[in-house]
């Protein structure tokens, strides 16, 4: 990795839709441009003007605490003036398809749009139709760029390298949009990904994404230097994956007696927001030397204040051929 | 019935016996020697200079030392229905019957979805002391369909494999789910394979028979139809899936196929489906009344091929208790099912008399093959393995009498039919549990 990177490579992509695609470069500039910003963001004065007059929305047509606060945050930081919009306010209810929405706020000429929707490819159509970047804040259960970033920079600040790390990815992968970019962008730099969950869970043909599948804990963990959770989202299945939590948790849980299967030093990671005894004992989930599980949220706004200083850096130039 | 306290057991000696052991294929004169709970020794090699002075001795008088049976399938009504049968009553028809350990259904009441009912069913066998009970847990939350069991956890309490018992599971889904699931504990789901919808109302075999005497048809597609969708489920989830009692020529002709395709499918039949048709029905005999129902002479013709050839893995006796108020009623009203511990020798046997196939190679089908699937440890001869062993007269002729039958329930398809083949000593953990009066 170079640590130059960010010095003689322009991010050559107007949008950020998903990790898939990006080349280790492209990774290595976003997270070094991200690493720069951790420190800002430690300071009492936060505040910089990059993003002055520069207008972002946040699109959300799915529920979201974290991400829409680390993206208004980020683009607040950098001095731009930062809108939110959720599905309650939106003219989404009163019947108006994804396309009108996007062309009604492409009118009032943003410079990002920050999407998150529930459908899986409903942030790439609309990127289709407007004139500004658009980072993807989520899409069903296709990617979630900028979490697999945060996490890389989490791994990358705790173990110095993503290259030849063991990563298992545990719990419900079937509807994780956030192991999916995790997938690729682990792979793209060069770590081993498994992925540990009951057979249910697991997506068809997973091992073409290049990951080990295991169906059991005990051994998908052996050996990990992370170990990453995944919150199960009962909310996207729509019948029965796994017959009762309490069968779930004894025997994808994590709690110490399966994570004494991973490496002595392993991280515990987790997107949130976390299911507490469900996916994750709490007292795993709070032991502070080994939990990595705030940090993450704490990278997570540096990320976002890269990626949308990338991306205005490329997206202005665009900008002004289309007025 | 009373529970004994164990006597503390030495070492017997099993002499002039023909040992069989169809796992191995061994069939040779000799004997065996057990120690406490296990098998010691056996051979031809064995006491041919006498038995040391002093050993308890059984004379096997030259007859069949095997294997106990292992019977896949049998339905206990313990706890729930006890005036149909209990552990007791059914233990001792099944040890009456040579059968050494059996599988029940989870179609008790409470149903076997929860870790508790396993664990009641074995530890009340274990007391008695009879046939080793092992329990299928449920596949869905009270054999409902519709949310899974806690799988996981059944089988860490000692479920063998999965089955909603009676009943198909009907939503592809979730059966998709469920086989999906049970692969990740490496466990077998065991499907009755009737469509619902097509098996609704019908009280037998679509058909000819049916239409004369007037009764609703269940067609031989309703079997077919699941075989196929759960063959073609379980090589998209790489899930494990058994067919319980196959009773028709299109059923085996698609298990066939899979076989021959490489996948992991397995199926057994019961003794009616390769012993009876649909003629037994006759003048509305409700003890005919079975479920999958008694099907055509070429199915049960096909049957019989397909135990040749190895398409069918292995027989079950499909036990299926039911008492009188449930049998003597108008045929239609009449509840399915017959009771076979008491006749899977004999009848299976006829396997052996009709020149199908050899002595060894019938015994396997109901003793090392259904051990093998279910992974136990149990249905072959083996040093150190438990003495689990019966001595039998594969020619000795009798006939089925339901009324002497020692299971509460006398419900026979097979009553009034002259056999060959009977169990003179079952020996369960090297005790003798049932020994033939003359």
């Known amino acids: 990795m170079s640590d130059t990177a960010s010095d003689t490579l322009d991010f050559p992509h107007r949008h950020l839709l998903g990790i898939e695609g990006l080349s280790p470069d492209e990774i290595t500039l976003l997270l070094d441009r991200s690493e720069s910003y951790v420190e800002q963001n430690r300071q009492a004065d936060k505040k910089k003007s990059t993003l002055r007059g520069r207008t972002i929305f946040n699109l959300f047509f799915e529920a979201s605490t974290r991400t829409r606060t680390s993206f208004e945050l980020a683009g607040k930081r950098l001095g731009g003036d930062v809108i939110n919009m959720s599905v309650a306010t939106s003219a989404v209810k009163k019947g108006e398809t994804l396309i009108d929405t996007a062309m009604t706020l492409n009118a009032m000429h943003p410079d990002v749009l920050v999407v998150r929707h529930p459908d899986s490819g409903a942030v790439n159509l609309l990127a289709e139709k407007v004139n500004c970047a658009v980072i993807n804040g989520g899409d069903g259960a296709h990617e979630h760029p900028t979490q697999a970033l945060l996490d890389a920079l989490t791994i990358r600040r705790r173990k110095g390298r993503l290259s030849g790390l063991l990563v298992a990815i545990c719990g419900d992968v079937l509807h994780s949009r956030v192991a999916r970019s995790n997938i690729h962008l682990l792979n793209t730099m060069g770590a081993r990904v498994r992925v540990v969950a009951p057979k249910t869970l697991v997506p068809t043909a997973a091992e073409r994404l290049g990951v080990e599948v295991f169906d059991d804990m005990n051994a998908g963990l052996a050996d990990c230097d992370i170990v990453m959770m995944l919150r199960l989202q009962s909310e996207r299945m729509d019948g029965n ?12 849980g994590l709690d110490y007696e399966k994570l004494g299967n991973a490496k002595e030093d392993a991280l515990i990671m987790h997107p ?18 080994r939990s990595a599980i705030r940090e993450q949220v704490e990278m997570g706004v540096a990320v976002r204040m890269a990626c949308l200083e990338i991306l205005t850096r490329t997206g202005s130039e665009t900008a002004q051929g289309n007025p | 019935m009373a529970i004994k306290p164990k006597q503390p057991l030495g070492r017997i000696a099993y002499i002039n016996a023909r040992l069989m052991d169809p796992a191995s294929g061994l069939d040779v004169k000799g004997a065996l020697l057990t120690d406490g709970e296990v098998i010691a020794d056996f051979g031809a090699h064995l006491f041919t200079d006498g038995v040391p002075e002093g050993m308890a001795t059984v004379d096997c008088q030259g007859h069949c030392l095997s294997p106990g049976l292992v019977d896949m399938r049998a339905q206990l009504r313990e706890p729930g229905d006890e005036h149909k049968g209990t552990l007791a009553s059914d ?3 099944a040890t009456a019957g040579g059968v050494t350990s059996l599988v029940c259904l989870p179609n008790t009441q409470p149903v076997i979805d929860d870790m508790s009912v396993v664990e009641f069913v074995a530890r009340r066998a274990r007391l008695l002391g009879l046939a080793k009970v092992y329990p299928y847990g449920a596949v869905t939350r009270g054999l409902e369909g519709q949310e899974l069991a806690e799988m996981g956890m059944l089988a860490e309490a000692g479920a063998l494999a999965f089955t909603d018992a009676v009943k198909a599971v009907a939503d592809a889904q979730i059966m998709r789910r469920a086989l999906s699931y049970a692969a990740t504990f490496g466990l077998m789901i065991i499907e009755h394979p009737e469509e619902p919808t097509l098996a609704a109302g019908g009280d037998m075999n679509a058909g000819e028979t049916a239409t004369r005497l007037g009764l609703s048809g269940i067609p031989r597609q309703a079997e077919v139809i699941i075989v196929e969708r759960d063959i073609h489920l379980a090589e998209l989830t790489g899930g494990r899936i058994h067919f319980a009692h196959i009773s028709t020529a299109q059923a085996l002709d698609a298990v066939r196929r899979a076989k021959t395709r490489g996948l992991a499918v397995t199926c057994d039949t019961a003794p009616p489906y390769f012993a009876l048709n649909e003629i037994e029905i006759g003048d509305y005999r409700t003890f005919a009344k079975l479920s999958p129902p008694l099907r055509a002479e070429d199915d049960r013709v096909a049957v019989i091929e397909a135990l040749k050839d190895g398409t069918i893995d292995s027989i079950a006796s499909d036990h299926t208790p039911q008492d009188e108020d449930a049998k003597r009623l108008p045929f239609a009203q009449a509840a399915f099912g017959g009771v076979g511990l008491e006749t899977l020798l004999a009848i299976t ?31 072959r001869l083996k040093k150190g393995a438990a003495a689990d062993l019966i001595v039998f007269d594969p020619d000795r002729g009798w006939k089925v009498n339901a009324d002497n039958l020692l299971s509460k329930s006398k419900n026979s398809p097979f009553d009034g039919r002259p056999v060959q083949g009977r169990v003179i000593r079952t020996v369960v953990d090297g005790r003798t549990v049932f020994q033939l009066e003359d």
Do not use: K, Q, W
């Not at chain 1, 994956?241 to 994808?252: M, T, V, W």
């Not at chain 2, 052996?352 to 149990?378: D, F, K, M, Q, V």
């Open chain 1, 241 to 252: 994956f796994f017959p009762s939590i309490r069968e779930y948790f004894h025997f994808f």
């Open chain 1, 272 to 289: 949130g927001p976390m299911n507490r005894g469900v996916e994750i004992d709490s007292e795993v989930a709070d032991d502070y030397g």
């Open chain 2, 91 to 93: 233990g001792r028809a």
């Open chain 2, 349 to 379: 046997l006829e396997l052996y008399h009709n020149a199908h196939l050899s002595l060894n190679e019938t015994l396997r089908l109901i003793t090392a093959a259904p051990a093998n699937l279910l992974g136990l440890a149990a249905g």
